[in-house]
């Protein structure tokens, strides 16, 4: 099954499989025309996937070369993109050396930006790992790493030359983190597709688990999603702006646990913010906010996080001031106008933010 994005500056496919078999065949269909390729993964992925995607990427390149990064968001800064650029050097790669991301939006998110910057810029696939990159992250071309306790301070819009997702992947991963990607996932069907929030909410039992065809649709319909908003609105000036949904409410509750908490599990809570946020203001039905409560502890919303608030408002709300989407004015929030459509609202009185953060 293949997918394509259409963003402004670059066409790609989304492969979607459920083994590496089809990987040099990609790679030849690509068109890429370089020897080397440098594998980027992490401490948890290697031992478990990099033998089989060598063995694929070698019918393909002459020299094989590979990173393995410290697993985990606290890794995810300049130290390791520096180690990149180091390795990089050593090996003499050139601007035709292709960098491939083996692992979850950490790897994809670091290696895509040291793809984008080194030499100004080399190939760069995506071979997500987690269903969080599977679904959103490997998808729209957003690269970047931490800096100084801010979320993806310092970054690049780079689209991947293709993705090759391998669902097979996803039977190794911590149901913790298949509960992160759950959180990416329904927040796609909240802010653009009724039918698409009411399949995973209907088959979350098939889903949770991993039955192959109701997986293959969730990653296939999320992966529509964001390729639609991305070929819409690559840079954010617009459009894209509405995929942060649960985000400025989600980095605040991230940053708050120093990035201990999963990422896709502080956006299913900034979700329930949000949305609490518009009942509240009466703008979203009341029975929309409890669906998507006992859908999200379904998937584990409660279980890190707490039922009850872990962090006081006041300690969130500040946080939030310092997001960087806030720079320059008040923060501007994703609202639902209802399940499946999103609008942007900025004039919201700190008194309603923190009570709906009362809970988070
Ligand atoms: N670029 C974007 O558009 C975008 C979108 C959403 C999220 N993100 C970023 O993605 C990051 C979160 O990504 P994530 O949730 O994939 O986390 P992650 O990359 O930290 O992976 C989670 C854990 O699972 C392990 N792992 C990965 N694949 C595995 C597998 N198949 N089997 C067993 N273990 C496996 C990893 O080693 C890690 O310990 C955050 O930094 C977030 O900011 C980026
Ligand atoms: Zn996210």
């Known amino acids: 099954m293949v997918l394509t994005v259409n963003a402004p500056s670059r066409?790609?496919?989304?492969?979607?499989?459920?083994?590496?078999?089809?990987?040099?065949?990609?790679?030849?269909?690509s068109g890429l025309r370089?020897?080397?390729a440098l594998i980027v993964t992490d401490t948890n992925v290697a031992p478990l996937y990099e033998g089989a995607v060598k063995r694929e990427l070698s019918a393909v390149f002459s020299k094989l070369q590979s990173?393995?990064?410290?697993?985990?968001?606290?890794?995810?800064?300049?130290?390791?993109?520096?180690?990149l650029y180091q390795k990089a050097a050593e090996a003499f790669l050139d601007r035709e050396s292709v960098v491939f991301a083996l692992g979850g939006g950490v790897v994809g998110d670091t290696a895509g930006f040291f793809a984008a910057t080194f030499?100004?810029?080399?190939?760069?696939?995506?071979?997500?790992?987690?269903?969080?990159?599977?679904?959103?992250?490997?998808?729209?071309?957003?690269?970047?790493?931490?800096?100084?306790?801010?979320?993806?301070?310092?970054?690049?819009?780079?689209?991947?030359?293709?993705?090759y997702i391998n669902s097979g992947t996803l039977a190794t991963l911590p149901r913790v983190q298949f509960n992160s990607g759950m959180g990416e996932v329904i927040k796609h069907g909240l802010i653009r597709d009724a039918g698409y929030y009411n399949f995973v909410s209907e088959r979350r039992a098939d889903i949770a688990a991993l039955e192959p065809e109701a997986l293959k649709r969730v990653i296939e319909g999320s992966c529509r999603i964001k390729a639609e908003i991305v070929g819409l609105d690559e840079k954010e000036s617009?459009?894209?702006?509405?995929?942060?949904?649960?985000?400025?409410?989600g980095h605040a509750l991230e940053?708050?646990?120093?990035?201990?908490?999963?990422?896709?599990?502080?956006?299913?809570?900034?979700?329930?913010?949000?949305m609490r946020l518009g009942a509240a203001r009466g703008e979203l039905a009341e029975v929309d906010?409890?669906?998507?409560?006992?859908?999200?502890?379904?998937?584990?919303?409660?279980?890190i996080t707490g039922g009850a608030g872990l962090y006081a408002p006041e300690k969130l709300a500040a946080l939030m001031r310092g997001d960087k989407k806030a720079r320059g004015g008040a923060p501007r929030f994703v609202l639902l106008e209802r399940v499946g459509a999103a609008k942007i609202v900025s004039d919201i009185p700190e008194e309603q933010v923190k009570a709906a953060m009362a809970l988070c």
Request: charged fraction near 20%.
């Open 11 to 29: 066409e790609y496919p989304i492969y979607i499989e459920d083994s590496y078999g089809g990987l040099a065949e990609a790679v030849r269909a």
């Open 34 to 36: 370089g020897s080397v």
């Open 67 to 83: 990173v393995r990064l410290h697993a985990g968001e606290e890794h995810k800064n300049l130290n390791a993109v520096s180690g």
């Open 119 to 163: 030499m100004r810029g080399l190939p760069f696939v995506q071979l997500p790992t987690t269903l969080l990159s599977c679904v959103d992250s490997s998808v729209g071309g957003k690269t970047g790493v931490d800096f100084a306790g801010w979320k993806n301070l310092v970054g690049a819009f780079y689209q991947p030359r293709f993705v």
């Open 238 to 249: 617009g459009l894209r702006e509405i995929l942060n949904f649960g985000h400025t409410f």
């Open 255 to 274: 940053s708050a646990s120093n990035f201990k908490l999963p990422h896709g599990l502080c956006v299913m809570k900034g979700c329930a913010a949000a």
């Open 289 to 303: 906010l409890l669906g998507f409560l006992e859908l999200a502890r379904f998937f584990g919303m409660e279980e």
